[in-house]
Nanobody, 123 residues
Framework: QVQVVESGGGLVQPGGSLRLSCAAS????????ISWFRQALGKEREGVSC????????YYAVSVKGRFTISRDNAKNTVYLQMNSLKSEDTAVYYC????????????????WGQGIQVTVSS
């Protein structure tokens, strides 16, 4: 049974940090590229960051580059998104997604999704 579960979200002040985790089971984690997406209220879903299956290549959206870091631990079947210097515009529901064949920030390329977790940046 495939399971994808995000955790680590919550309320943080501007300038603060959060680390999101996404734990997966039921498929060969190490064979999948992984991406983090987010969707703010009233806006389209956007790709934030992705990491390839070999843990060698990462991409970041311009809006988060230099502030967010994606990483994966294949031994724990978990992917992380370290978010620093958070801004109010980072407020959104964050999703992790998995693909065995696509690597990039287009949501249509991903077939396994978590349920999403809220991140709110506010004073």
């Amino acid at each position: 049974q495939v399971q994808v579960v995000e955790s680590g979200g919550g309320l943080v002040q501007p300038g603060g940090s959060l680390r999101l985790s996404c734990a997966a089971s039921g498929f060969k984690f190490e064979n999948y590229a992984i991406s983090w997406f987010r969707q703010a209220l009233g806006k389209e879903r956007e790709g934030v960051s992705c990491i390839n299956s070999d843990d060698e290549v990462t991409y970041y959206a311009v809006s988060v580059k230099g502030r967010f870091t994606i990483s994966r631990d294949n031994a724990k079947n978990t992917v992380y998104l370290q978010m620093n210097s958070l801004k109010s515009e980072d407020t959104a529901v964050y999703y992790c997604a998995f693909s065995p064949s696509y690597f990039g920030l287009a949501s249509r390329g991903y077939e396994l999704w978590g349920q999403g977790i809220q991140v709110t940046v506010s004073s």
